[in-house]
């Protein structure tokens, strides 16, 4: 059940709607469930001689009865509630009730009280109500309705309970301003599938992913077509700012802007020079370079995909101020690959970072707002451009959206521990997203690898399958009966062809961190393999690693760059 708080200045208008046929002819009989006083209340709806204009007039009284310097601009509460779509539906008594409780619990018109505010509660539909009060007491008084959005929905989780309606994780204060109705309303005229507001967030998350000072946060806000408004002190000095949409203006032809702070409680300019001033860590972990096919998009990806790792495993930990670092540098790096990713998997990572964002804000606070050597990943992918949808990007693509799985799926379990409920929620939801956007993405790479294993003589195949079950004691033959099977005996031929010990690799890559969270282990093993041998992440057509009968009977020939490091040398062990 979802309560959504929204002000205005026009009662007939809003009245108008609610008794109207609706934007599609979906408001079917619309009429009163419940009021400040049965008598007092007409009803068009249900009543042939009562009119729009009656009902806007009796509501407005208190407001008119006051002088007009008195009179609140917007003087219209405007809270519709929803059930969800799988709730029954209720009755008009029991709609009735939902008003009652809602109205009492924000303090519009407490039990009781006779010279509290008036309002009505409209029904149009068999899954929502809509209540409309005017901002006056009938004492004069306005009511005081401080966090009336907060207690709403605290009454709506209770009503949940008692009605047996699907009850909604409860709220800690810490989320984003939700869009109201009616920016809701004005992006789907617009045939837009986000708001302003939420675009406006996407936009601004994006341009401080990575970025190394505040000149080139606001540069990228600028090419990405925002409007800015910077607050300017006396000295000169920048205090704030304000973005909008192009195009995006008011009833006046003006501009709605919104301040980094209406946003997201992270993106004030404060906070975010807070993450952009802090300073730079030295990194002692040694750099593995290896001349590799694949551009700079791959390189980055690669580089981004170790740090990930380190990431998940410190959520095992109960640091809450390292979890708050890491975290808010996992949304960074999702916030960097949004803008980079090509056409095919855009809309995922989109969405999921969009959903990751509420999983990295609760009450907790770290010492320092993130975790540099994420935020350089991030700055490393969103400065090697945008990546191609296949090749050696694609595969790398890949690898980089399993790793994210994996740490958002530990993100999901590490609140879940917590009583987090909403931000367990958040990381649940991004894990969706990303899965869905990694099928996509591995789709052409894991089909290569595929083809290549089963191509493998059979006794190849029988060598790297029994190092599979000397990794995974009991485990080898379900994982025969995973689709990355063939895969994962390709690249343990790979990696034997490289100059590695297949063993040694694989039992480096099942320690690297656990495997109980991967739904398929052979594609995470596929993906970790590769990356901790530094093997491409992409079989290109033209060549084919199955082995002649001549090189089936030579020794490998010695990998002539750094040997692989075991996990827990410098250069995989999670800085803290």
Known sequence: ???????????????????????????????????????????????????????????????????????????????????????????????????????????????????????????????????????????????????????????????????????????????????????????????????????????????????????????????????????????????????????????????????????????????????????????DSPTIRHPLQGGAPAHARREATGIVDRTASVLTDDDEAEAVARLSGVGEVLDALAQTSPASTRQQVTEAARAFERATRWHTRAERADDRAVRSAARGIIRAGNALGRGEDGGATAMLLSALVLATVAATRWHAARQHAQQAAAARQAADQLRTAYRTAATAPMRAMRAQGHRLPERVRTRHSGAVEAALPGQADSLRRERGWDALLA?????????????????????????????????????????LGRLPADVPRARTDTPTTKQQHQPARPHTTAPTRNPTSAEHRPRR
């Open 1 to 283: 059940m979802v309560p959504d708080i929204s002000l205005g200045g026009r009662t007939y208008g809003l009245l108008a709607y609610l008794y109207g046929p609706g934007r599609r002819d979906e408001h079917v009989d619309p009429h009163l469930v419940a009021s400040w006083q049965a008598e007092l209340a007409p009803d068009p709806g249900r009543d042939s001689e009562a009119t729009l204009k009656q009902l806007q007039e009796r509501l407005d009284l208190p407001v008119q009865a006051v002088p007009e310097h008195r009179r609140p601009k917007r003087h219209v509460w405007h809270c519709p509630i929803r059930t969800d779509p799988g709730d029954r539906h209720l009755s008009d008594a029991g709609w009735g009730e939902v008003a009652r409780r809602v109205v009492h619990a924000t303090g519009i018109a407490e039990e009781g009280d006779d010279q509290a505010c008036r309002w009505i509660a409209v029904r149009h539909a068999d899954d929502h109500i809509h209540i409309v009060a005017t901002l006056k007491r009938q004492d004069g008084r306005s009511p005081r309705r401080h966090g009336d959005y907060n207690r709403a929905q605290a009454e709506c989780r209770a009503i949940e309970a008692d009605f047996g309606l699907k009850q909604l994780n409860p709220g800690d204060g810490t989320a984003a301003k939700r869009p109201t109705s009616a920016e809701r309303a004005k992006a789907e005229r617009a045939g837009r599938t986000a708001t302003s507001r939420e675009l406006l967030r996407d936009c601004v998350r994006q341009a401080v992913a990575g970025a190394e000072d505040e000149s080139e946060f606001f540069g990228r806000l600028t090419d990405a077509g925002v409007r800015i408004e910077r607050r300017l002190a006396p000295s000169g000095d920048v205090l704030g700012y304000k973005v909008a949409l192009p195009g995006d203006r008011n009833r006046s032809g003006e501009p709605i802007w919104f301040s980094g702070s209406r946003l997201a409680p992270d993106l004030s300019l404060p906070k975010i020079r807070q993450r952009l001033g802090s300073p730079e860590e030295p990194d």
């Open 491 to 531: 690249t343990l031929n790979k990696a034997e062809r490289a100059g590695h010990d297949p063993r040694t690799l694989l039992q480096e890559a099942v320690e690297w961190r656990e495997l109980d969270t991967a739904d398929h282990v052979t594609d995470v093993l596929v993906w970790r393999l590769r990356r």
